[in-house]
């Protein structure tokens, strides 16, 4: 058998950009770019935008190196806990799939308001959870028809966006304001603040590589559909969890500290994938690297920088930083507590087999041990050990 293994390709290039990019263009980012703009100067929110995205792309170096090592669907998960160790990348990762679900209340009902205006008469909730429901089938029915979905949505968005942007540009005498002055009336904190809003605005490539190889508990969550193979139990979780948030953004009209909160959660991934690149280049100089980052310092930098930033945007948004509080401890919580208790239930359940380790044995110790064992033997004779 052929000692390398790689992972089933399910989607082409178009489908990861679509998916990585179509994030950038959800409903909240519109609302993201209205409190960017709050920050600078006239029309130069662009220049904010532009240095968040000259930063995402150094910290996206990061996983270029961290994914060439580990090529695996576990993805962030699996670059944490290489560096760290499990607990770490536990509770870090299911800090960042919480906050960026959580999420998803405020994008829909968002999407719903804008339904709603469109079609008089119809409440929003009607529209949050039609769509909702219409995403989770599509999701249960396979990777591929989810991944044809969202090529449609997505392209469709930037050529859309591509065709208004132009004509309000040409068409509407556009008033161009200080274009190249952020901070004509501003301040530099203001300017920093800015670009963290920004960093919101490209979530998405850290999403290509998502973790559904990791599901162990609970065990319902990862039962796979008899027809469509795939998890079907853990995306109607899901639905549900959605929904629930999308009612009490409905309710409280709550949306900016959700996007702080998604701009934190980012704030805090960078900074993982940076530290453990940082730290792995220490502990694990042979791995092979097909991509790797050429100075170290832009790494540290990665690291630093969204470190600041991400407390910045706390402090920023008193709301986003008591949400992100209560999540961490209810993580930190289901790290340490949860999950111990159920592996140690699993561990001494009688009815799961029990498997037998075997020791490992050197790949030489076998190849001698086999050429002792056929060693003086006549390869045609039958009666030979196989």
């Known amino acids: 058998m052929n000692s390398t293994q790689t992972l089933k390709r399910q989607v082409g290039l178009r489908t990861v950009v679509s998916t990585g990019a179509g994030l950038a263009l959800a409903s909240i980012s519109y609302v993201s770019l209205i409190e960017m703009s709050d920050h600078v100067s006239g029309n130069a929110g662009w220049t904010a935008l532009a240095v968040a995205g000259f930063i995402c792309y150094l910290s996206s170096l990061c996983f270029a190196e961290l994914g060439g090592m580990f090529p695996s669907a576990a993805g962030i998960k699996l670059y944490i806990e290489k560096a760290f160790g499990e607990s770490a990348a536990l509770v870090l990762a299911s800090l960042y799939i919480v906050t960026t679900l959580s999420i998803v209340g405020a994008e829909t009902y968002i999407l719903g308001n804008v339904l709603s205006f469109g079609f008089q008469g119809v409440p929003v909730l009607f529209w949050v959870i039609l769509f909702l429901f219409s995403v989770c089938l599509i999701n249960v029915r396979g990777v591929k028809l989810t991944g044809l979905f969202q090529d449609f949505v997505a392209y469709f968005k930037f050529f859309a966006l591509i065709a208004v942007s132009w004509i309000s540009l040409t068409k509407f ?79 409280t009209h709550i949306v900016k500290p959700f996007i702080y909160m998604g701009a934190f959660a980012e704030c805090l991934i960078y900074v993982a994938m940076a530290a453990s690149l940082i730290k792995l280049r220490k502990t694990h100089p042979e791995l092979q690297r097909p991509f790797k980052v050429r100075f170290l310092a832009i790494p540290i930098f990665v690291a630093v920088f969204f470190t600041v930033l991400g407390f910045g945007l706390l402090a920023e948004n008193h709301g986003a930083a008591i949400a992100m509080g209560g999540l961490a401890l209810i993580v930190l919580f289901y790290v340490k507590g949860v999950i111990p208790r159920m592996r140690s239930l699993a561990s001494s359940d009688p009815s799961k087999p029990q498997v037998k380790r075997r020791r490992p044995v050197a790949l030489s110790e076998n190849a001698a041990s086999s050429d002792k064992s056929t060693e003086g033997q006549n390869p045609d004779d039958p009666n030979k050990t196989p």
């Open 173 to 251: 005498n556009f008033p161009w304001s200080a274009p190249f002055q952020p901070m004509l009336d501003k301040t530099p904190l203001d300017f920093f603040q800015a670009v963290g809003v920004g960093v919101f605005l490209f979530l998405g490539f850290e999403w290509v590589t998502p973790l559904a190889e990791e599901v162990e508990h609970p065990k319902f969550l990862s039962r796979i559909h008899e027809r469509y193979f795939t998890p079907h139990w853990a995306i109607w979780s899901l639905f549900v969890l959605c929904a629930l948030l999308s009612l009490f953004v409905a309710y």
